[in-house]
Nanobody
Framework: VQLQASGGGLVQAGGSLRLSCAAS????????MGWYRQTPGKQSELVASITKSGRSNYADSVKGRFSISRDNAKNAIHLQMNNMKTEDTAVYYC??????????WGQGTLVTVSS
């Protein structure tokens, strides 16, 4: 499975960004897709995830501000990030998991929120 992420960048606090991640390769076994983020000196954090059936899960810190969606036909997910805060600054990683295929990670995309 190969993951191609896009959409990171610089935004002011209160602004919005949209991250996208498209999967290719052996995609039939993909179950959960999602985003993690990591800042220097901190453990990586699950930001949001979504199952094939559309069941989503969010970190408490982003609930009400971020929204994850999935397009099963295109094997893609999108993370709409609204009302962003400086603490959202991190490298965001696309992640997929499947019972038969295990874990796969995309390249990180940097999101910087300025005050």
């Amino acid at each position: 499975v190969q993951l191609q992420a896009s959409g990171g960048g610089l935004v002011q606090a209160g602004g919005s960004l949209r991250l996208s991640c498209a999967a290719s390769g052996t995609i039939s076994g993909i179950g959960v897709m999602g985003w993690y983020r990591q800042t220097p000196g901190k453990q990586s954090e699950l930001v949001a995830s979504i199952t094939k059936s559309g069941r989503s899960n969010y970190a408490d810190s982003v609930k009400g501000r971020f929204s994850i969606s999935r397009d099963n036909a295109k094997n893609a997910i999108h993370l709409q990030m609204n009302n962003m805060k400086t603490e959202d600054t991190a490298v965001y990683y696309c992640h997929v998991w499947g019972l038969d295929i295990g874990d796969f990670w995309g390249q990180g995309t940097l999101v910087t929120v300025s005050s």
